[in-house]
């Protein structure tokens, strides 16, 4: 009769052990997953800010004489290209976010082209509103940088938790799976050639 309640001791005691890890597992896994969203949402909400910023920069080139019409047009589709690219942050497959980044680095690409062909021309560097919607621009490309880096931190973070023991049991068991942040555009490790 001892034995058989000292192995009724020690299996109520495993299981409330277990147990005990699985909850305060699963409500960190949780915690870790809505806030590696979040950061998402603000990956979303600055790249929105510079798209947002891309028809009245448009607009204020538009208006200096002779500018190259195909610089503005590429500019405008690589826009529409990268806002179609929607991405719900429960579904941050690794393809969905290189697709995401593979859109945003075409309008940044785009954008670039824009501004180096400004330069060709005085009086729209001169212009007061292209001046500040620059300004505005290099700001939210600091806040998306900013912002990827926060998001690649949370996913590190989740990443870590739902692959350590004993979490690595009960995030399979409970759907959480390892998710891929930002890396850096192919061709990144080369430095651009300079032409002046």
């Known amino acids: 009769m001892k034995s ?60 200096a004489a002779n500018f190259e019409q195909e610089t503005l047009t590429k500019v405008v589709e690589a826009r529409a290209k990268a806002t179609s690219v929607n991405i719900d942050a429960g579904d941050l497959t690794p393809e969905k976010v290189a697709q995401f980044q593979q859109a945003q680095g075409e309008l940044s690409g785009a954008l670039s082209r824009l501004l180096v062909t400004v330069e060709k021309y005085p009086e729209l560097k001169a212009n007061q509103n292209f001046q500040d919607l620059q300004k505005q621009l290099e700001g939210t490309e600091n806040r998306i940088k900013v912002s ?49």
């Open 4 to 63: 058989r309640n000292l192995v009724l001791i020690i299996v109520v005691a495993v299981i409330l052990i277990l147990g005990g890890c699985g909850c305060s597992g699963y409500n960190s896994m949780v915690n870790l997953d809505e806030d590696v969203k979040a950061k998402w949402a603000n990956v979303q909400s600055d790249y929105q800010r510079r798209a947002d910023l891309i028809p009245n920069l448009v607009n204020t080139v538009k208006g």
């Open 148 to 196: 990827r880096n926060d998001f690649n931190a949370a996913v590190q973070g989740y990443n870590s938790t739902i692959r350590k023991f004993p979490n690595n049991l009960f995030a399979g068991m409970f759907g959480f799976r390892v998710k891929d942040g930002f890396r850096a555009d192919p061709g990144a490790e080369r430095a651009p050639d300079v032409k002046f």
